[in-house]
């Protein structure tokens, strides 16, 4: 009898195991047009060699992962839940990929506040002799890091030519994300963000800053937190978890507008 109540049991494992595939099959397959979308979107702030492809792939991981993961009893729509795994899946690969190393983001910043003064003070586009002087670098050394900000996207390569600095800089058409409507979604959203994140315990708020407001690694968070990395990562996801619970609470159920 014990040997025949273990068969059955296990018999139910299993069937309970092949159960939960199947649905996870079918979660994927039902939200395989949500990746590309999704995909997509983030295609569009990025540097032209990154490949759709590319971030389809990793998007697909994050749904995989989301569908495994999925609790219908919480009574969350899969598609909400899905759409931070597989965005959050997506930006992981490009950091894996660094596409743009944060060395280089931080030299644009520096190259962005040295421009945005000398404009100020000359009240025209400054020069490349200019600029060189402003960041303490040589003109040789300028044009080396003007190549590397163009070569991952950053700044325009078709910049103006020096003997053109003298006319007035042309009038853009403004981004999408610059228009008012945009700028006033996004302040609401950030309000939404700051009294979801005070819901997050104080290692998780921790976590969450150092690693979206200072930049850092998971691995330099871990060295800050004595933490190792594989812990770190689970807070991060946790906490976004978390906070993606408390903002679907508020009604806030599409990713499109982080």
Known sequence: MPTLTIAKSTAKSKAKSVARLARRDQLVLEHLSLVKSIAL??????????EVDDLVHAGILGLFDAATKYDSGKQVVFSSYAKHRIKGAILDSLRQLDWASRDIRRRHKE????????????????????????????????????L??????????????DEANDLPAPDFPSAPETQPDSLCARQEMRSFLGVAMKELPERYQRVVFLYYSKEMTMREIAGI??????????IHKSALDRMALALQANGITSSQVF
């Open 111 to 146: 190259v962005e506040a040295a421009s945005n003064d000398l404009t100020a003070a000359l009240e025209r586009a400054p020069t490349d002799e200019e600029l060189a002087e402003k960041l303490g670098l040589t003109l040789e050394r300028w044009r080396s890091v003007k």
């Open 41 to 50: 979107r983030v295609r569009g702030n990025l540097p032209l060699r990154v």
């Open 225 to 234: 937190m004595g933490i190792n990395e594989s812990r770190v990562s689970q």
């Open 148 to 161: 590397d900000l163009q070569n991952v996207g950053l700044i325009s390569a078709s910049s103006r030519r």
